[in-house]
């Protein structure tokens, strides 16, 4: 049944390679660079148990598309639609990293009082911990209060490559 898949495929670019999945609501995932398959079926069965894994890369090319003409610089934002699950706290952090500008970064407090949660810097950073689509949701533009950047599922050599792509980009 239609409403009960999620497609998936590889998505690769020059620098790294990682699966994304879609439901036929929208882009649902995009994997850390170099995880094993069993990476979107952990997440698959935490967030959609009852969804079918199938593998369509025909479905996933608008998806990929955009991924690319982002790394490459031609796209400062996203456009396509996302089907993100997750509670409703972490869809709160996840819309606020949403409206971070192209380019800039904010701080995990700042997310906090963006959400009306001055006192959940913790659960703000567990909340991005948790933001299944990689770049779409921009969790890498969140650093620390001191602009020093901390953790991030892809690694921060990955987070602090996409920072400088940005701030290229944003310049130009």
């Not at 398959?37 to 069965?45: R, V």
């Not at 971070?100 to 700042?110: A, K, N």
Request: a neutral charge.
């Amino acid at each position: 049944m239609e409403g009960e898949v999620i497609y998936w495929s590889i998505f690769s670019d020059k620098k790294w390679s990682m699966y994304i999945a879609a439901t036929k609501d929208g882009l649902s995932y995009i994997g850390t660079p170099n995880a094993e398959f069993e990476e979107l079926e952990k997440w698959a069965k935490k967030r959609l148990p009852k969804y079918t894994l199938v593998e369509d890369a025909s479905k996933l090319s608008p998806y990929t598309s955009e991924l690319i003409e982002y790394l490459n610089g031609d796209c400062i934002e996203f456009t396509l639609k996302m089907d993100l699950h997750g509670t409703p706290f972490q869809q709160s952090v996840w819309k606020a990293l949403q409206e971070i500008p192209y380019g800039q970064t904010v701080s995990y407090t700042d997310i906090a009082n963006r959400i009306g949660k001055p006192k959940s810097v913790r659960a703000v950073g567990t909340a991005i911990g948790a933001n299944p689509v990689l770049m779409s949701v921009p969790c890498h533009r969140v650093i620390a209060k001191s602009g020093a950047l901390t953790g991030f599922r892809a690694g921060l050599n990955m987070k602090e490559q996409l920072l400088e792509l940005e701030k290229v980009n944003s310049s130009r």
